[in-house]
């Protein structure tokens, strides 16, 4: 089971980035998905996160600015970056529960940059 977060990219202010997260592998259900994000020198935390049947929550910080989505016949979770700003340089992870042939387990994709900078 592998999670490949994608889309990352370097954005002036106020611009827009749409980040994807896939899940791959013999796969048999999964529960609830996130996005985390880690600058430097500080710790990493929850971004956005949505339950299978599609309730999210945000970070104060990004609410009303991003929106999380997920498309489960694709195993797949989205990110929509709206009115970036500097202080949402980071690196960010997508972060899956799931069940798998492995059993239960939680998974981690391999972080995409995002840079919002002038």
């Known amino acids: 089971v592998q999670l490949q977060a994608s889309g990352g990219g370097s954005v002036q202010p106020g611009g827009s980035l749409r980040l994807s997260c896939a899940a791959s592998?013999?796969?048999?259900?999964?529960?609830?998905m996130g996005w985390y994000r880690q600058a430097p020198g500080k710790q990493r935390e929850l971004v956005a996160a949505?339950?299978?049947?599609?309730?999210?929550n945000y970070a104060d910080s990004v609410k009303g600015r991003f929106t999380v989505s997920r498309d489960n016949a694709k195993n797949t979770m989205y990110l929509q970056m709206n009115s970036l700003k500097p202080e949402d340089t980071a690196v960010y992870y997508c972060n899956a529960g799931l069940d798998s042939w492995a059993g239960r387990g939680d998974y981690w994709g391999q972080g995409t940059q995002v840079t919002v900078s002038s």
């Open positions: 949505i339950t299978s049947g599609g309730s999210t």
């Open positions: 592998g013999t796969i048999f259900s999964i529960n609830t």
